[in-house]
């Protein structure tokens, strides 16, 4: 059974970091790309994050670029969102995902086939 849990969540003032953790299980980690995106109350769910199948390439939002940085642990089966500079606006709960099939790496939710619970973040002015 394919599982990814999410942990790392939590209350921030504006300026200050947090770091997400994904824990996939019951699947080969390695074969798929995963993504964190985020949801804020009455928005739609927006790609944050992607780190490659492949190579290990990184992928981000204009919105996040230069603050949040994307890593894998394959030993740990866990992919990393390292957040620093956090702002009010990124305010949502986070979720992590495994790509389908073939998907190198991609912000779009429609790639993915595998969700994790999600993480809240709320970072406060």
């Known amino acids: 059974e394919v599982q990814l849990v999410e942990s790392g969540g939590g209350l921030v003032q504006a300026g200050g970091s947090l770091r997400l953790s994904c824990a996939a299980s019951?699947?080969?980690?390695?074969?798929?790309?995963i993504g964190w995106f985020r949801q804020a109350p009455g928005k739609e769910r927006e790609g944050v994050s992607c780190?490659?199948?492949?190579?290990?390439?990184?992928y981000y939002a204009d919105s996040v670029k230069g603050r949040f940085d994307i890593y894998s642990d394959n030993a740990k089966n866990t992919v990393y969102l390292q957040m620093n500079s956090l702002k009010p606006e990124d305010t949502a709960v986070y979720y992590c995902?495994?790509?389908?099939?073939?998907?190198?790496?991609?912000?779009?939710?429609?790639?993915?086939?595998?969700w994790g619970q999600g993480t809240q973040v709320t970072v406060a002015s």
């Open positions: 780190i490659s199948s492949t190579d290990g390439s990184t």
């Open positions: 995902a495994a790509a389908k099939e073939f998907i190198v790496a991609s912000l779009k939710s429609e790639d993915f086939a595998s």
């Open positions: 019951g699947f080969t980690f390695d074969d798929y790309a």
